[in-house]
């Protein structure tokens, strides 16, 4: 079952969003951007005319007003983010990561750069990708990078429908537009975030799909697939925790193609990990929604070599991570005993988190390794495809572990104190500390 998560701010379509409005009033000083039709009160006075240029005075018009459309809907930036711009984007894309063209559908359709040019951009859209795009360098570029990869995998996985082909693609580009209305989150990486942070954080997904629901040119087909952009097959995604059949293949794909835009901008090492042990350590999406990437990367010169050098320092690489994961027969016990008295919504969190570990210590028994004793099996590993894919797991490892910590933080946030103090004590076990 989901556990839909309550955003930490909401957009009324009559209020005014303050983060909102301090990062239009931020873009407003670069670009001119303007009213792009009357923005008119639910008293049905006229509070800024079709033209007028948004500064702080004019802002000023609307404190404590009700509006009869949202604000987002009525702007629009004069020299910001053009369509021009987003395909120009889109080509530079291209020849810079050749695996979307080798993901994308079989000859016969459309070129993937003539889709984005028939897809419909709203001045409303392109206004709010203006602001995107001016908080920080390279937003824009990923965007459109997410837009191609939605693209493609929808292409490939959901044949002969255009139309929902360029939904999927708007949906791609405009994913993160809910972190707009958000309070600003530290963006530095390695830096701890609470609960509560990590729970802003997860809420953009509501955010965006919420805005996007009611805008003109997008609709609940572009708002679902916002909003599930960050769900995992396992349900340790966010925000509803969507798991195995709740999280259809469709609603996957921009899901996927986040993910690996992510890689894609950390390096191909980062993108042969993953991609390997997606395949190794099942769960986070379906067999169907990676196949087109890793039907793309099978072959290939970079997938052999990185593959070879994973070999490396194996023998030392084993040793800690069969200490970590054989602590886990005993963490998993304690969940099972604490389980029984624990709350529904804690007990959710625990159960994910069993889950996560049952599923790693599958896939590490699969590749061969002995968790009680790993040093003899590793030495009876001669075949080197599997010590290749033994080096990809002990690399993906670390990785999967943060990601469980992150998750249970995340879902601890709307639990009680004491409720809050169990998760603590569990990851604190998982870590390898006392408890």
Excluded at 229 to 251: I, Q, V
Excluded at 365 to 378: F, R, W
Aim: charged letters at 25%; a negative charge.
């Amino acid at each position: 079952m989901a556990d839909d998560l309550d955003p930490v701010v909401d957009v009324d379509p009559g209020a005014l969003n303050p983060h909102f409005l301090l990062r239009l009033l931020a873009s407003a000083e670069k670009h001119r951007i303007e009213a792009a039709g009357d923005v008119v009160a639910t008293s049905r006075a006229r509070l800024i005319v079709t033209g007028t240029g948004i500064d702080a005075e004019v802002l000023g018009r609307l404190r404590d007003a009700s509006l009869q459309r949202p604000l987002e809907d009525c702007l629009q930036a004069r020299d910001g983010v053009t369509p021009a711009k987003v395909l120009q984007l889109a080509e530079s894309l291209l020849l810079k990561y050749p695996l979307i063209q080798r993901i994308d559908a079989p000859d016969g359709d459309p070129r993937l750069l003539e889709v984005i040019r028939q897809i419909r951009l709203t001045p409303s859209m392109l206004m709010l990708l203006t602001i995107y795009a001016d908080e920080r360098e390279g937003r824009l570029e990923h965007a459109v990078c997410v837009a191609l990869l939605t693209l493609t995998l929808a292409r490939r996985l959901i044949s002969g429908k255009a139309l929902l082909h360029r939904q999927f693609c708007l949906a791609g580009l405009l994913h993160d537009v809910g972190e707009l209305f958000m309070p600003p989150i530290t963006q530095q990486r390695d830096v701890p975030l609470s609960p509560e942070q990590w729970r802003s954080i997860a809420s953009h997904p509501v955010i965006g799909s919420r805005v996007l629901a009611r805008m003109e040119g997008a609709g609940p087909v572009v708002a679902e697939a916002v909003l599930c952009h960050h769900e995992r097959l396992d349900g340790f995604g966010y925000p509803r925790g969507l798991a195995d059949e709740s999280f259809t293949l469709a609603n996957q794909l921009l899901a996927v193609a986040e993910w690996l835009a992510g890689l894609l901008e950390a390096g191909m090492d980062s993108l042969l990990r993953a991609s390997v042990a997606s395949r190794l350590i099942p769960g986070e999406f379906s067999p169907q929604a990676l196949e087109p990437i890793q039907r793309a990367l099978r072959g290939t010169s970079e997938l052999a070599d990185w593959l070879k050098a994973q070999q490396a320092d194996l023998d030392e690489r084993v040793k800690p991570m069969a200490q970590s994961l054989s602590r886990f027969g005993a963490i998993q016990q304690w969940i099972a005993t604490r389980g029984v008295t624990a709350s529904p919504a804690l007990r959710g969190v625990m159960l994910k988190a069993y889950q996560r570990m049952h599923r790693l210590q599958l896939s590490f028994a699969s590749a061969g390794l002995n968790l009680k004793n790993p040093e003899p099996v590793l030495a009876d590993l001669e075949a080197p495809e599997v010590r290749q894919e033994l080096g990809a797991l002990l690399g993906e490892f670390g990785w999967r572990m943060r990601e469980m910590e992150r998750a249970c933080l995340l879902r601890a946030s709307m639990l009680g104190g004491d409720d809050l103090s169990v998760v603590n004590e569990m990851l604190v076990m998982i870590r390898g500390g006392s408890s």
